[in-house]
C-alpha cells in the first residue's frame, strides 16, 4: 500500500518530484510542491530558511577574534553542474602548511568555532561545508556506496584545485575523518599529514570484539531495526517546526559544549536544523555508506595498506567515545603501518565530539602535528594514477572544475 502526500511542503526540493512513500518500508515522507499546483501558501511545514540559516551561522561565528572571509567556492559537478561549496578562510596570508577541517555527519563549519581561532595562529586555515551538507549545495549522489564515497572525495579535490592549495595538513572529524582517509589515499601527493578525530568508519563489524550490551541497548536494537532504512535525520525533517525543539532536547550532549559561549540555548539547535532540514543529499550519500547500525559498509581499516607511507598520521580518540569502545582501531593501522609516523592520542574526559569536550587539548595536539608538518622539507612525488583516480600533474587542465570568476558568489567577512 502507498500513500501520496500532497499539500505538505519541504524546501529546496526540486519541483514536479513525486515520491511515494511505503510506511512499512520507509517511513521518511517527502512532500513537495508541484509547480502546476494551482494552490499557494506562505507557510510551510519544514522550517528550513537559507537566511535563517546563514544568520545563526553569523551568531556562532562572531565568537571569532581573528579575521576571517566565508565564501562560495564554485566547481563543476561530474554532471556537468556548477556546484557551490560553502568556505571559511582565516590567516591566509601565511606562508606556513595550510590546514584544511572536516566536519562530521550532519555538522557544519560552526561546529570548529572552538578551535579556528587557535589552529589559525599560526597558519592558513580552511573549513568547509561537504557537498550535500551546510550551505554548500546539494547535487544527487550515486546509489553505490563507493561511488558516492568517490563522489564526495572528488569535489574536494575540485574545491583544492579551485583555491590553488598545492600540499596540506588534513583534519577530520567522524565522518571527516572517513572521507580524509579516503581522500589522502586518492590523492597522496597533496596530504603532508593526516589527522583523524575520533574517525568513523574504520572498524569492519565482522571483525569487532563481541559484547554483552545493556539490556536497553538490545530492546532499543529491536524497536529501531524497521527504521534502519530510513536517513538518520529523517524525523528531524518529519517534525518540521518542532525539529529545532526536538534537538535541544534530544541532543544536549551537543549543545551542551557550547554554553559558555551562547547564552542563548536556541543558537546550535537552530543551527543543527538548517543545516539539515534541507534536501538530504549527503545525509543520503552516507546512509549508502552505512550498514545496520552506524558500521561502514566499506570499512576503511581494510584501505589503509593503499594509504602512502610517506604520510604521517595523527590519531585522536576521546576516552570516552562510542566510536571505538574497545581501542583497537588505532593500535592496528599503528601495525599495518610500522615502519610511518603514526602518532595515537587518547583525550581523557572527551567523548565522540572532542575537538568541543576538551578543545585546548585538542587544539594543542593538532598545533604540534601542524608543525611536523612545516618542517618536513621533502616534497611527496606526483602520482599519476592511483587506485582509479586519475591525478593531474603540474600545469595540466582539468575541465571538470570551473575556474572561472563568479561574481555573484555570496561573500561574508569581518574584516573591519
Known amino acids: 500500500m502507498y500513500i501520496k502526500v500532497k499539500y505538505l511542503v519541504i524546501a529546496n526540493y526540486p519541483k514536479n ?31 528550513f530558511s537559507e537566511s535563517k540559516l546563514l544568520s545563526v551561522e553569523k551568531t556562532i561565528l562572531s565568537v571569532l577574534k581573528s579575521k576571517y572571509i566565508t565564501r562560495f567556492v564554485n566547481i563543476k559537478w561530474e554532471t556537468g553542474t556548477n556546484e557551490r561549496i560553502w568556505t571559511i578562510s582565516l590567516n591566509t596570508e601565511s606562508k606556513n602548511t595550510p590546514l584544511v577541517l572536516l566536519h562530521g555527519f550532519a555538522a557544519g563549519i560552526g561546529f570548529w568555532v572552538r578551535n579556528l581561532d587557535p589552529l589559525s595562529k599560526d597558519r592558513p586555515v580552511y573549513a568547509i561545508d561537504l557537498l550535500g551538507f551546510g550551505r ?38 567522524s565522518m571527516g575523518g572517513f572521507l580524509a582517509t579516503s581522500y589522502a589515499i586518492s590523492y597522496p601527493e597533496r596530504v603532508k599529514h593526516l589527522i583523524l578525530a575520533d574517525p ?44 529545532p525543539w526536538v534537538i535541544q532536547r534530544m541532543r544536549g550532549d551537543i549543545i551542551d559544549k557550547f554554553d559558555d559561549i551562547f547564552e542563548d540555548k536556541t543558537i546550535i539547535p537552530n543551527y543543527i536544523y538548517h543545516c539539515n532540514a534541507q534536501n538530504p543529499t549527503g545525509e543520503a550519500a552516507f546512509h549508502r555508506m552505512i550498514h545496520g547500525f552506524g558500521w561502514a559498509r566499506n ?54 565530539h572532542i575537538y568541543a569536550d576538551q578543545a585546548d587539548q585538542f587544539n594543542d595536539i593538532i598545533i604540534k602535528a601542524c608543525k611536523i608538518a612545516d618542517d618536513e622539507d621533502d616534497k611527496v612525488p606526483i602520482l599519476t594514477l592511483k587506485n582509479g583516480h586519475y591525478k593531474l600533474k603540474e600545469n595540466e587542465e582539468d575541465d571538470s572544475i570551473d575556474y572561472s570568476d563568479d561574481n555573484n558568489s555570496e561573500f561574508e567577512t569581518n574584516l573591519s
Open 299 to 352: 570499512p576503511m581499516i581494510h584501505r589503509i595498506p593503499n594509504l602512502k607511507k610517506e604520510i604521517p598520521i595523527t590519531y585522536m580518540n576521546g576516552s570516552d567515545s562510542w566510536m571505538d569502545q574497545d581501542g583497537t582501531m588505532a593500535p592496528r593501522i599503528r601495525e599495518m603501518r610500522s615502519d610511518c609516523f603514526v602518532d595515537i592520542k587518547i583525550i581523557e574526559n572527551a567523548g565522540h
Open 17 to 47: 518530484r513525486v515520491i511515494l512513500v511505503n510506511p512499512l518500508e520507509r517511513l521518511e515522507v517527502i512532500c513537495i510542491l508541484q509547480s502546476n499546483l494551482s494552490m499557494t501558501t506562505s507557510w510551510t511545514w519544514n522550517q
Open 200 to 243: 568513523w568508519g574504520f572498524q569492519d563489524k565482522s571483525q569487532a570484539s563481541p559484547k554483552n550490551p545493556k539490556l536497553l541497548f538490545k530492546i532499543l536494537g529491536i524497536v529501531l531495526y524497521p527504521f534502519t532504512n530510513l536517513n538518520p535525520l529523517a524525523s528531524v525533517r518529519a517534525l518540521g517546526p518542532f525539529g
Open 136 to 173: 554548500s549545495s546539494r547535487p544527487e549522489f550515486s546509489m553505490d556506496s563507493l561511488e558516492a564515497e568517490r563522489q564526495m572525495v572528488d569535489s574536494i579535490e575540485a574545491w583544492r584545485r579551485q583555491m590553488e592549495l598545492e600540499q596540506f595538513i588534513l583534519l577530520g572529524h
